[in-house]
Structures are given as C-alpha cells and as structure tokens.
C-alpha cells in the first residue's frame, strides 16, 4: 500500500473518532482555544501559540485553503477529502486545546496538549465531544510555523497514530 493509501486511511480513521457519539456540552464556543501549561511559556512563545491558534481556528471553521498553507504537503485529493469532511460530517467545531506544553529545537518544537473537539454530527444532529492527548512535531521556516509531512492530516483531525500520549 503506498503512503497516499495510507495517510487517507488515517484521515478516515479520523474522523470515525471525531463523529462516533459521545458527551454533550452547553453554550456556544468559539471556533478554537488555546491554553499553555505556563505563562511564562505563553510569553517566551508568542509566535507559536498564535500560530496554534491560527491552525485551529482555520480547522474549526474548516477553511481547507488555510490549513493547506499549514500543510504544504496536502494533495489536491486530500483537500478535496477534508471538503467534503467539513461538508458532510460535522458543525459548529470547537477545538480546546488545554495544557499546551513546548518543548525547543533551533528548527522545530515538539507541542503536546490536551485535544477536546465539541461538535455536532450532521448526520444524527448529536452534539458530541471527543478528548485525545497529543504530541507532534511544528517547524519553523522562512513562512513561518507549519506541519511537515503527509500524516500531519490525521493530527489535524485527531488521529489516535499522532502520537497520542
């Protein structure tokens, strides 16, 4: 099977985790929040938590041509895969990231957080939340922070293979 199959298969994984049932919430949210462990990693960071900010923002609102910005390596046929997600399978996303700890490389910083995404699935019109721990690789580069790699989309939609902690 060649990496293309296989990241698709992580993305369709994906988003059977993100839309099985689960928990439902209150009030309306935001499209996505940010919270670091620390202050002082907030202030030493700020480039870097507004980019997450960024990132999530444009995943929750599913804004396809944004996160390919974030991913340059998303194919025509992934974004059109993540379309067609954001089309047919869920609204009114809700990232929360939680206890966002940064660990730094000269080139690169390995985030890990508390993932929640409150949502409703379009097709039972349920509201559900989904909670996964994650840790990844981001790079920094002459654009600025982005994900590397084909299997950053099964990060972007929660897939357990992200390192999940």
Same mark, same amino acid.
């Given at each position: ?12 994984? @994906? ?11 209150? %009030? ?16 030493? /960071? ?6 997450? =900010?960024?990132?999530?923002? #444009?995943?929750?609102? @599913?804004?396809?041509?944004?996160? #390919? ?7 025509? /046929? ?12 869920? &609204? %009114? ?5 939680? %206890? ?20 409703? %699935? &379009?097709?039972?019109?349920? =509201? ?14 002459? +654009? ?9 989309? #099964?990060?972007?939609? @929660?897939?357990?293979? +992200?390192?999940? @902690?």
């Amino acid at each position: 099977m060649n990496l293309q199959r296989v990241t698709l298969a992580g993305v369709l994984w @994906g988003i059977m985790l993100l839309t099985s049932p689960s928990v439902s919430w209150g %009030d309306p949210l935001p499209p996505a929040t940010v919270t670091p462990a620390s202050a002082e990693q907030a202030r030493q /960071q700020v480039p870097l938590f507004a980019f997450l =900010r960024e990132y999530f923002t #444009a995943l929750a609102q @599913g804004d396809v041509e944004k996160l #390919a910005l974030y991913h340059p390596a998303l194919t025509v /046929q992934q974004r059109e895969l993540l379309r067609e997600y954001f089309a047919h399978t869920v &609204r %009114d996303l809700h990232i929360d990231l939680r %206890d966002v700890q940064v660990q730094l490389t000269p080139t690169a910083a390995t985030v890990t957080f508390d993932r929640t995404d409150h949502f409703v %699935d &379009r097709l039972t019109d349920r =509201r559900v939340e989904k909670r996964i721990r994650l840790s990844t690789v981001v790079e920094y580069g002459g +654009s600025g922070w982005h994900l590397d790699g084909l299997n950053m989309i #099964a990060f972007a939609l @929660g897939h357990q293979t +992200s390192q999940a @902690g």
